[in-house]
């Protein structure tokens, strides 16, 4: 076996934070292909702070590998995230999985790659570019001629050669090659086995067979390369205590789980990436915890439409009829929705639709992340419509505001939105574990038969409480004060067909004063850092996490005090306003080009404007703190 | 339930067995133009609900955008009414249907509204059944922006400009049969004793039930040319049959003589009578209806009566999704949000 005991043991003495204690005797020229002489060389190692790359194609099922990865060091108390970078494809091309585990608790995506594992040769020379100088490289031995660098640590591994020994059936064994790498990647980062076998066992729980076979070629791999391999410590994981137990979840999960306990009733959807997982996993969870205990029928109803405009359709039909709808998107389909959800806005009809945020139409890009939808959402469709908008920063809020989405449509009586985005809708997070609803489900203003009787008054459209709220009766209500007729324009307070310009004119001003009401109502900003008054950041949605660790950043660096105030719901209020008006300049950070959310404050506040500036990422990656922290280094520096 | 006496159902002259007048299932006075088709229809559903005493509070009224969508306003005024947007009814029926499992539903759509761009969503509707009575007010003709026209509109049909239309038409009720629906019908809006039966049927149809109701439009498809004028109508008009139908509480009356006359039983005991004119027809030959239609087309005749119908039930979107009896609207939060243990499982699974 001594052929396959390939070792590269590259060294660049230039790489500082790499540092052999003797590097002559561990330097090994990149085309010589024996072993490494004497015995490893000790580098000081990272400890819980590594960025791991995995390079694979995509249908060669690395996910539930990956996963086990993730989970490994997950268990072990480390906090972690995985992020799926996967083309619009279901065979063939390049897709790569991102795991980061941080000690600090940093687990946006990180640039720099510590370890990359490559296993595609579509993408292996991009791959092995990208890996850091003195980081770790697992490489497939079928690509080792696309080794050209020797400032890393190249681990060659017959991956073709072990998987024979690990499977017999052939055409499974695509499959657990991934879990061969599994064990060698669980040996260089000292993994602890008895983890990583809980995790395949976690992974494979309802298919005992698959977990035997998966576990036995993740312990190959691992033994392999305990044998063969000079694990340099470069970076390890070591276990770390939690205080609180955490779970790992993806947001699309989240938000199913929250309108699953919102009391959804009607859903309905037509599939499209990133959004499918919202409602696949939402159609699992009604399936196994909505069904009468008596009679076993449902409670739910969920249809798949024949386009994303019938779905709107469907929703906006039994939102009328007193149902709690819900559909999910992105983009392309909002652009479907959209007149129905103008409807929705002047008709004044609750329901709620889950735009996953992706890049723009057609084909190239549907599967990276961004926030593009932001001014979209907000006033889609025609006439004045504006919308409500729930923007979750983290799986837990994504959860929450799914339920709060449907109470507020009911509240308000007219479309929200919950914009969630790829990144943190399709990809793995770490999260405290979500807590039961505190609040009843809020059912809004709706007259009942009996409230009818008290009341003796039903004008649809009349704004009884001062709110802008109208009261509403649902179809089926037996009272002969309780029909109305539904149309998008044209009303009078009672719901009469009119064309005179004042009642129109009064219906537009109550409409603004019911938006109004909301911006004391929708999830509130929080300042997530205070800040000296000087620079502060405005930003929302999945950049939290790279915002947050920037402004360590900023501060470990360059002693900077950067505030940060992360908006959570459209419209804003107040204090926004003061946060901007008491800061010397604020930066608004955000994934999209055109300065979405920025544009958006600058018309509520014109007097701000000068105040306020972009941070823009929109190349469809996620992003990361130091884009952020570079930017602000860049604008603050001393003139 | 014992067969009640034709003397005890009889109602009175002035209110039906609910004790209500005519006059309470109509709507706000019609703003269609002066001896418009679908007033026509208007007032044979208003009919129709009288009859068969229909509850107002229990039927939602839906429509999309057109003169005919308009006229849900102009009956049921007890009754909710969603004047919806252009095409898209047939799904916003869809939601209602599902959200509360108790209502009627009445679709009153247009030729450009369900055959130009409803088109894929009225053949889905009918693919997932959902109960509604959806008529099509057929002129051939968008009225609302004067004259343009629809999708029916007939191979050779002149419009007022003198444009004539190169395409062949549309017919819904071909493609309703193909998509599976159970009750097909065809009718003219002059023609008032056949449409109130086909109606009265319609409503008590336990799933889709279309009605595609040639009504001319006085205004922009009336004029020497239009094949969906009433002169073109009425000259190439043929009943496949008489109808009569029998709400489930009264008696097929001795007018529907056996040997001449087939009856079709619906799922509530109500029953609609054939009374065969000069054919052998039978409204559940799927391909004979089809062929029919086909036929009729290349003869330009113009077919009228039930023309497929599907005995026996079959389930509606709401049985195939097996809903509780409960409308889904108003189930009270303990049936809709699971309890604590089940989240913290589910956590518990997570971590």
């Not at chain 1, 990149?30 to 072993?35: F, K």
């Not at chain 2, 009175?12 to 007033?39: F, I």
């Not at chain 2, 007010?137 to 968008?142: D, S, W």
């Amino acid at each position: 076996m001594l052929d396959i005991k390939r070792i590269y043991w590259i060294y660049q003495s230039i790489f500082v934070t790499f540092k052999s204690p003797n590097p002559s005797k561990s330097f090994m020229p990149q085309t010589t292909l024996t072993q490494p002489s004497g015995t490893a060389v000790q580098a000081p190692s990272r400890v819980n702070d590594i960025v791991i790359q995995i390079a694979t194609s995509n249908g060669s099922g690395s996910q539930s590998a990956n996963a086990i990865l993730l989970r490994s060091i997950f268990q072990m108390g480390v906090p972690v995230s995985g992020k799926n970078i996967f083309p619009s494809n279901i065979q063939g091309l390049p897709t790569w999985y991102t795991i980061r585990a941080n000690k600090d608790g940093w687990t946006a995506r990180r640039k720099e790659i510590d370890l990359l594992v490559a296993m595609n040769i579509e993408s292996v020379q991009d791959d092995i570019r990208e890996l850091r100088p003195g980081g770790m490289l697992v490489l497939n031995s079928e690509l080792k001629s696309f080794l050209n660098r020797n400032d890393i640590q190249a681990h060659i591994v017959p991956f073709n050669e072990l998987v024979v020994q690990a499977c017999p059936e052939v055409k499974l064994r695509k499959l657990v090659t991934n879990m061969i790498y599994v064990g060698v990647v669980g040996y260089l980062l000292s993994l602890e086995l008895e983890e990583m076998t809980q995790a395949i066992e976690k992974q494979f729980k309802s298919k005992p067979k698959a977990a035997e076979l998966n576990r036995s070629a993740a312990t190959l791999g691992y033994n392999w390369a305990s044998e063969h391999l000079v694990n340099t410590r470069t970076c390890t994981i070591e276990r770390m205590e939690r205080k609180q137990e955490k779970i790992l979840i993806d947001g699309n999960m989240a938000a199913a789980l929250g309108y699953l306990y919102g009391g959804v009733t009607v859903v309905g959807w037509y599939p499209i990436t990133p959004s499918s997982s919202v409602c696949e996993n939402l159609i699992d969870l009604l399936g196994k915890y909505r069904h009468d205990p008596q009679t076993g029928k449902a409670t739910y109803a969920v249809v798949q439409g024949e386009d994303e405009i019938a779905s709107m359709g469907f929703v906006t039909g039994a939102g009328w009829a007193g149902a709690r709808s819900m559909t999910a998107t992105s983009g392309p389909g909002i652009s479907l929705m959209a007149e129905i959800a103008g409807l929705s806005y002047f008709a004044e009809i609750p329901v709620v639709i889950t735009d996953v945020q992706r890049m723009g139409p057609s084909t190239g890009l549907p599967t990276r992340t961004c926030q593009g939808d932001i001014m979209k959402a907000y006033f889609l469709s025609h006439g004045d419509c504006k919308h409500i908008l729930l923007i979750p920063g983290s799986v837990e809020e994504a959860y929450e505001f799914a339920i709060e989405a449907l109470n507020l449509a009911e509240r308000f009586q007219t479309l929200v939105f919950l914009m969630s985005d790829l990144d943190l809708g399709m990809n793995n997070w770490m999260a405290d574990p979500f807590k039961f609803p505190s609040k009843p489900l809020d059912r809004g203003k709706v007259l009942t038969e009996k409230d009818l009787e008290r009341v003796k008054f039903f004008e649809r459209y009349r704004d009884v409480d001062g709110d802008g709220i109208p009261y509403r009766t649902l179809p089926g209500t037996k009272h002969p004060l309780a029909a109305y007729f539904t149309r998008g324009t044209g009303h009078t307070p009672a719901a009469t067909y009119s064309e005179k310009p004042e009642n129109w004119q009064d219906n537009m001003d109550r409409l603004t004063r019911k938006f109004n009401t909301a911006r004391q109502l929708v999830p509130q900003p929080i300042i997530e850092k205070a800040s000296d008054g000087d620079v502060g950041i405005l930003a929302y949605g999945s950049s939290d996490m790279a915002v947050k660790e920037s402004l360590a950043q900023l501060e470990a660096e360059a002693g900077l005090k950067v505030g940060y105030m992360r908006i959570r719901a459209l419209p804003v209020n107040g204090e926004v306003r003061n946060y901007i008006a008491s800061h010397r300049v604020t930066y608004v950070v955000e994934q999209n080009r055109d300065a979405q959310m920025a544009s958006i404050l600058r018309m509520e506040y014109p007097d701000l404007a000068p105040k306020i500036s972009s941070i823009l990422h929109y190349d469809g990656m996620p992003l990361d703190a130091r884009t952020v922290t570079q930017a602000i280094l860049q604008s603050e520096k001393p003139k | 339930m014992t067969e009640p006496s034709a003397q005890a159902v009889a109602p009175k002259a002035s209110t039906n067995h609910l004790g209500q007048p005519l006059a309470a299932y109509r709507g706000v006075t019609s703003t269609l133009c002066s001896g418009c088709g679908h007033d026509a229809i208007t007032n044979q559903i208003i009919k129709a609900c009288y009859e068969l005493d229909v509850e107002s509070h229990r039927v939602a009224k839906l429509s999309g955008i057109g003169c005919s969508s308009k006229t849900t306003a102009y009956f049921l005024g007890q009754s909710h009414g969603f004047n919806s947007v252009h095409g898209r009814m047939a799904a916003v029926a869809t939601g209602v249907h599902l959200a509360n499992r108790t209502l009627l539903n009445i679709g009153v759509s247009g030729d450009g509204d369900t055959a130009s761009i409803g088109l894929g969503q009225f053949l889905h509707m009918i693919r997932r059944n959902v109960r509604i009575c959806y008529l099509i007010e057929n002129n051939g003709v968008y009225g609302l922006t004067k004259g343009q026209f629809s999708a029916t509109a007939d191979k050779g049909s002149v419009q007022k400009k003198g444009t004539e239309n190169e395409m062949m038409p549309i017919d819904c009720c071909a493609l309703a049969i193909e998509m599976g629906c159970r009750f097909v019908a065809r009718s003219f809006s002059g023609d008032m004793k056949q449409l109130l039966t086909l109606i009265k049927a319609g409503l008590n149809h336990p799933g889709t039930a279309m009605i595609d109701v040639v009504s001319p439009c006085v205004t922009f498809n009336n004029h020497e040319g239009s094949t969906k004028s009433y002169k073109f109508a009425k000259e190439h008009e043929e009943q496949l049959h008489d109808i009569g139908f029998v709400p489930p509480h009264e008696q097929i009356t001795a007018e529907y003589a056996e040997g001449t006359t087939k009856t079709i039983e619906l799922p509530d005991g109500a029953k609609i009578v054939l009374k065969k004119l000069h054919r052998d027809y039978d409204p559940a030959d799927r391909n004979n209806a089809l062929k029919l239609l086909a036929d009729a087309r290349d003869q330009r005749l113009f077919l009228t009566g039930l023309i497929y119908h599907q005995d026996g039930t079959y389930p509606d979107l709401v049985e195939q999704k097996n809903l509780v009896e409960e409308p889904l609207a108003t189930l009270s939060e303990s049936k809709v949000r699971p309890p604590r243990e089940v989240l913290q499982k589910i956590m518990e699974s997570l971590k």
